[in-house]
């Protein structure tokens, strides 16, 4: 599924995994992010769908923050399973005939690569490895899973996830996208001749005073850290407003910023690119990059982080 950002692409392939466990409970559908922030933004999400599909509690996630009884737990009763490549690589498939993690290769009927364009380079090298051996052990369970996925950002998506996981991909999108899209505005912003420090800490305390819902963009885990010292310093009454992101956070400081942003309490977030991929923030209409983005591809990411809603205009500078 290879269309823009915010215009339907989860619930495109949510709507196959419910169907494949309605049809039969025991089995299993594996949706793997890139990011954690992604796969527990999407958690919430595919609860609410299968709740209301009168599914019950079958939807869980399962990474590096989930451990002990609570694994043992979502192993035991996930039927749609959130998950990474790292775990995949290091423990799924390396313990794949101990009982608890054979349940998943004996019944699993769906693979959901979501951000797909995510595994490029080198990652990407390492990626289709990992995907051929999860192919490979699914079979020696028996299974013969589907692949489904999904990129806003993909050049060419079905030749991409053809190298990717070595099976054929039909694109759904692409040049034919006819997602509905809200309306975004571009502003590009020139800085001054004569260098000025407070500069980036002054556009975010402008959109603080002015009441919108934003996301700032910076490079480096420094430069975010940098910016929120310094708009403490210097805008320190509006300062409560705002918190940093990046990765490195502990889990439960992640997901407390995550849900502040939801629920109305922040107004604003400085992130790096953790939060540039599909994370859905309710109400975001502003994006501000502080210095142009790595690629064109991380370009349409961040801006797609804000005017998400139809009626709502999304404001990119």
């Known amino acids: 599924i290879a269309t823009a950002t915010a215009s339907g692409k989860s619930l495109a392939f949510a709507i196959p995994a419910l169907q494949k466990v309605l049809e039969d409970p025991s089995a299993r559908c594996l949706f793997l992010y890139p990011t954690k922030a992604l796969a527990s933004d999407q958690l919430k999400t595919l609860k609410t769908w299968a709740d209301d599909a009168g599914m ?59 951000e797909s364009h995510v595994y490029r380079g080198a990652f990407g090298s390492n990626m289709a490895y990992v995907l051929r051996r999860l192919r490979q052990v699914a079979r020696n369970h028996g299974t013969t899973p589907q692949f489904l996925a999904a990129s806003a950002t993909s050049l060419d998506p079905a030749e991409h996830l053809q190298n990717l996981t070595g099976l054929p991909f039909v694109c759904v999108g692409g040049d034919s996208d006819g997602s509905a899209q809200a309306e975004r505005r571009f502003v590009m912003a020139v800085p001054p001749a004569e260098p000025d420090p407070d500069l ?79 994370v859905d923030i309710a109400n975001m209409d502003t994006c501000v990059m502080f210095g142009l983005p790595p690629s064109t591809m991380a370009f349409w990411q961040r801006a797609g982080r804000v005017g998400r809603e139809a009626g709502r205009t999304g404001t990119c500078s």
């Open 56 to 114: 019950g509690d079958v939807v869980r996630r399962i990474d590096g923050d989930v451990q002990g009884d609570a694994r043992d737990d979502a192993l035991r009763n996930g039927r749609i399973i959130l998950t990474n490549a790292d775990l995949v690589h290091q423990t799924m498939l390396r313990r794949n005939n101990d009982t608890q993690w054979s349940r998943i290769f004996d019944h699993l009927a769906l693979v959901v690569l979501d």
């Open 200 to 278: 980036n800490t002054n556009v975010i305390a402008t959109l603080l005073e002015a009441g919108h819902r934003f996301i700032a963009f910076a490079h480096t885990r420094k430069a975010t850290e940098l910016l929120m010292a310094e708009l403490n310093e210097r805008h320190s009454e509006l300062a409560a407003g705002v918190l940093p992101y990046r990765a490195g956070y502990e889990a439960a400081d992640r997901q407390d910023i995550e849900h502040a942003l939801n629920d109305g309490s922040l107004q604003g977030v400085i992130s790096t690119s953790a939060l540039e991929l599909g």
